[in-house]
């Protein structure tokens, strides 16, 4: 199989964070314009900066896509995919929908799209527990129908809801053979 990224997406709190830490490939590290939760590392969760950066960054042709997400401005840089581009190894992103649609038409089959879904109620308690205010978790939920639609158009998708985060793991770890991993 000659795949060189897997792009893990889906709603906010689905839990494609905790898959792609379980699948243990090197991930690409995007940027962000929003602030760092507790415990996210810069450099390693995101390259956290400020939107007048990332706006220089895309005018200065830098980016090979931006997206803007709940009032936050994200992006994958060009430096970042270009061996990934080139087939230098495999490598894991989380994007959202249009992130991905980017990835899928820059890399085709060479690009794994990973659907990672959750109900609605099991993302929300996530939310919660992670800290977001009632504004944050309202608008991230404001998302969750879109973003489950956009799941079609994935390779697999994987069901992470009530809890069920050991019969995720063993699914997302069943692919590390198939992968050459
Ligand atoms: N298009 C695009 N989306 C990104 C990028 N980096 C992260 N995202 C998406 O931005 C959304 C918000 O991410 P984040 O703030 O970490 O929130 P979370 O999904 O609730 O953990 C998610 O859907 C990510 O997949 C990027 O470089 N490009
Ligand atoms: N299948 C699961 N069952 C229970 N909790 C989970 C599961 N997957 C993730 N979580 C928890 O939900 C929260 C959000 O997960 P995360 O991977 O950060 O989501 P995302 O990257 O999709 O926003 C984390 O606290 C994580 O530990």
Redesign the pocket.
């Known amino acids: 199989m000659d795949i060189s990224l897997v792009v893990?997406q889906?709603?906010?709190?689905?839990?494609?964070?905790?898959?792609?830490?379980v699948l243990g490939l090197p991930r690409i590290v995007t940027w962000t314009s929003r602030a760092p939760r507790d415990g996210e590392t810069d450099g390693v969760d995101y390259h956290f900066t400020q939107r007048e950066t990332l706006e220089r960054m895309m005018n200065e042709g830098k980016m090979l896509e931006t997206s803007e997400y709940r009032g936050h401005l994200y992006g994958t840089s060009l430096a970042s995919i270009e061996d990934t581009a080139s087939g230098a190894g495999l490598r894991s992103i989380?994007l959202d929908p249009s992130g991905a649609r980017v990835a899928k038409a820059l890399l085709g089959d060479r690009a794994l799209m990973l659907g990672?879904s959750?109900a609605r109620s099991?993302?929300e308690a996530?939310?919660l527990?992670?800290g977001s205010d009632p504004e944050q978790i309202a608008a991230r939920l404001a998302g969750y129908d879109e973003e489950i639609a956009a799941l079609e158009g994935c390779d697999l998708i994987v069901r992470?809801?009530?809890?069920?985060?050991?019969?995720?793991?063993e699914i997302v770890l069943a692919l590390r053979p198939m992968l050459g991993l």
Not at 164 to 169: D, I, S, T
């Open positions: 893990f889906g709603p906010s709190a689905s839990g494609k964070t905790t898959l792609q830490a989380v990672v959750a099991e993302c996530r939310l527990a992670r992470s809801g009530e809890g069920a985060l050991e019969r995720a793991r």
